[in-house]
T-cell receptor, first 111, second 113 residues
C-alpha cells in the first residue's frame, strides 16, 4: 500500500458540531486530496494541496476547510456539520503526473 | 454538469467471459484517463491509465481503449475472474487541472461463477 492512513475510520456526530478528519502519509508525496463518495456521484474533489500551506478548492468545497502544516498531514474540517455532509471521505496522495493513491476512507454520519 | 459519465450502474458477467465497462466524457480538454477499482470498505486502487495520444493501453487481462472523436473510453477485462467483482470508476484530468481528477459515478461489476 501507499503508506496512507485516515483517522478516524468511523464517526457519528450531530448537526452543528465541528468535525476534523486527518490524513497522514509516509510517502513524502507532494499532492494530497480530499474526496467524498456518494451514491450516484462517484468521487468528488473537495479540496487539494500542492505543497505545505498551499491548498485550493475542488468541485464541492462549500462547508469544508483544509490545512496542511506538514508534508505528511492534511486535515479536513467541517466547521458546522450538516446532514448533507454524511458521506464516505477519502484522502489521496500523488506525485506530479502520477496516479493517485487512496486511503481506506472515513465514514461520517451527521445526525 | 457531469463531465465524466458511466451510464451503466451495474454489470453482470459470467466467469471466463469478457467484461466491458464504458465511460463517456464531455470535456475535450481531458488529456489523461484512468480506471480505478474499489472493493467494499476499502479505498479505490489504481488499475490502468491511458494518455490522449494513445488509443489503446494493455496490462495483462486489462485493456483500455480511447476513442477521442466519440469522447468514449472502455475497459476490457479478459478473462473475467471472481476477484474482479468490484466497483469500477473511470476518471479524467486536464493538463491545466493541476492533477485534479474528475470521476464517473462508477459501475458495479459482478462476476458469476
Amino acid at each position: 500500500d501507499a503508506g496512507i492512513t485516515q483517522s478516524p475510520r468511523h464517526k457519528v456526530t450531530e448537526t452543528g458540531t465541528p468535525v476534523t478528519l486527518r490524513c497522514h502519509q509516509t510517502e513524502n508525496h507532494r499532492y494530497m486530496y480530499w474526496y467524498r463518495q456518494d451514491p450516484g456521484h462517484g468521487l468528488r474533489l473537495i479540496h487539494y494541496s500542492y505543497g505545505v500551506k498551499d491548498t485550493d478548492k475542488g468541485e464541492v468545497s462549500d462547508g469544508y476547510s483544509v490545512s496542511r502544516s506538514k508534508t505528511e498531514d492534511f486535515l479536513l474540517t467541517l466547521e458546522s456539520a450538516t446532514s448533507s455532509q454524511t458521506s464516505v471521505y477519502f484522502c489521496a496522495i500523488s506525485d506530479p503526473d502520477s496516479e493517485q493513491f487512496f486511503g481506506p476512507g472515513t465514514r461520517l454520519t451527521v445526525l | 454538469d457531469q463531465q465524466v459519465k458511466q451510464n451503466s450502474p451495474s454489470l453482470s458477467v459470467q466467469e471466463g467471459r469478457i467484461s466491458i465497462l464504458n465511460c463517456d466524457y464531455t470535456n475535450s480538454m481531458f488529456d489523461y484517463f484512468l480506471w480505478y477499482k474499489k472493493y467494499p470498505a476499502e479505498g479505490p486502487t489504481f488499475l490502468i491509465s491511458i494518455s490522449s495520444i494513445k488509443d489503446k493501453n494493455e496490462d495483462g487481462r486489462f485493456t483500455v481503449f480511447l476513442n477521442k472523436s466519440a469522447k468514449h473510453l472502455s475497459l476490457h477485462i479478459v478473462p473475467s475472474q471472481p476477484g474482479d467483482s468490484a466497483v469500477y470508476f473511470c476518471a479524467a484530468r486536464t493538463i491545466q487541472g493541476a492533477q485534479k481528477l474528475v470521476f464517473g459515478q462508477g459501475t458495479r461489476l459482478t462476476i458469476n461463477p
